[in-house]
């Protein structure tokens, strides 16, 4: 079969490439790099590049590399069409693969998924991060069926009975294959996990990432006030704060580094970094759910808000800012000698057993199964741009006047 793999985000790209690359021994795999994933699109600050590390693995897996968008991110999403038509229309495609089910028009996402409904081609998005399952948060998700993508796959058993609650109808489109990514957690020396030296502090927005809004800022008040450098005084370990690459940023908090404080952003051996941590702090993430899998003690801050909660809403470590109740978290996780699977398996399908890359490719193959009962989008019939704009009227006021030009055009096509 001919899959295409679209690249749009390094975290996102990164926490499905496993299983892509093992999707590569059965089928012959294409990718198609836009937005973030493409050169000319800068990396974020001070973090390392990983996007050229992860083109040589699909190249040398056998992928064959269609190019990437042309423009530059802030210019207007309709040149994506141009290079995603013209890299992609002699290719039999079975199936698509999207790194990201958000899906908002600025990022392309519906352009190209109407591109693709075009030609009858069934599109797939993964999630990437916490997302909160909320009323609206599980409309939004729904919606995304039918004008992103044919098929979700969630990253915990969690997420995906929540949606199938708000919608059985989705049933058969949705399937729970955790994070490939983690699985290298399971090839971990254990002598790095006997062998803790420090506590590790990972924020997600800080003031460097942009105006505040919907999510607050971690700042060096509330690092104080979390307690961390009480607890490291009285443990003697160092401190590690493990920021978030973002756009054009560099390190927000590298004015904090001393002797026993050390800064980082992305790095090569973020397993390695995560396994040697005696304890992990940090605002809601993903990332976070690694160290639960190595059954380190783990405190989600509840408050303030900086960032989805998501399945983090049913863990125990979730916690406010104090001090107290921070500490006292830590020493109760400490207490039990066990990871908690149940937690895990909620969180990450198959991330007791480290067996993510393996559900995702069995959904893949499920769904390459079905390709000949294939129906179309759910309850859509107007898949892509078409349907997003008016599902979503309140997005045009946020559009550039390029954008409402471009809207305006899309409208009119057939």
Not at 63 to 89: C, M, P, R, V
Not at 177 to 204: E, R, Y
Not at 275 to 300: D, E, F, H, M
Request: glycine share 8%; charged share 20%.
């Amino acid at each position: 079969m001919n899959i295409l793999f679209c690249m749009s985000y390094p975290r996102a790209a990164a926490n499905i490439l496993p299983a892509v690359l093992e999707l590569c021994t059965n089928h012959q795999m294409y990718f198609f790099q836009y937005r973030k994933m493409a050169s000319h699109f800068p990396f974020g600050g001070a973090g390392v590049d990983t996007r050229p590390d992860m083109i040589r693995a699909l190249l040398k897996a056998g992928a064959t590399n269609l190019g990437e968008a042309s423009q530059a991110h802030s210019n207007t999403a309709d040149t994506y069409s141009i290079d995603f038509k013209q890299a992609t229309k002699h290719l039999p495609i079975d199936l698509a693969i999207f790194d990201e089910n958000v899906g908002k028009l600025r990022w392309g996402t519906p352009l190209l998924y109407s591109i693709l409904k075009r030609r009858g081609i069934p599109v797939v998005g993964c999630q990437e991060g916490c997302v909160e399952n909320d009323t609206a948060g599980l409309q939004r998700q729904a919606l995304n069926l039918g004008i992103c993508y044919d098929y979700a796959l969630c990253i915990g058993n969690y997420d995906h009975s929540c949606l199938l609650k708000h919608n059985p109808n989705l049933e058969k489109r949705l399937f729970a294959v955790g994070l490939p990514s983690n699985d290298q957690l399971g090839t971990i020396d254990h002598k790095l996990l006997q062998n803790k030296k420090h506590i590790l502090l990972v924020p997600s927005w800080t003031k460097l990432s942009g105006k505040e809004g919907r999510f607050k800022a971690m700042t060096d008040e509330v690092i104080e006030q979390s307690g961390i450098y009480t607890l490291a005084r009285n443990k003697n370990i160092s401190i590690v704060i493990k920021e978030k690459s973002k756009a054009s940023q560099e390190y927000a908090f590298k004015h904090l580094e001393t002797e026993t404080v050390r800064v980082t952003m992305d790095e090569t051996e973020t397993n390695n970094l995560i396994a040697r941590a005696k304890y992990v702090i940090g605002a809601p993430s993903t990332l976070l759910l690694k160290p639960l899998q190595l059954g380190i003690p783990v405190v989600v801050l509840s408050e303030p808000y900086m960032g989805q909660f998501g399945v983090f809403q049913q863990y125990n470590g979730l916690t406010p800012l104090n001090q107290d109740k921070i500490l006292q978290s830590f020493s109760e996780q400490e207490r039990q000698p066990y990871k908690d699977l149940e937690f895990i398996e909620k969180a990450i399908a198959g991330g007791s057993d480290f067996s993510c890359t393996q559900k995702f490719c069995q959904a893949i193959e499920n769904i390459l199964m079905a390709g000949s009962t294939y129906q179309g989008p759910i309850k859509s019939p107007l898949p892509g741009v078409k349907g997003y704009l008016l599902r979503y009227p309140r997005t045009q006021s946020f559009l550039t006047s390029q954008y409402a030009r471009i809207k305006k055009w899309m409208l009119t096509q057939p």
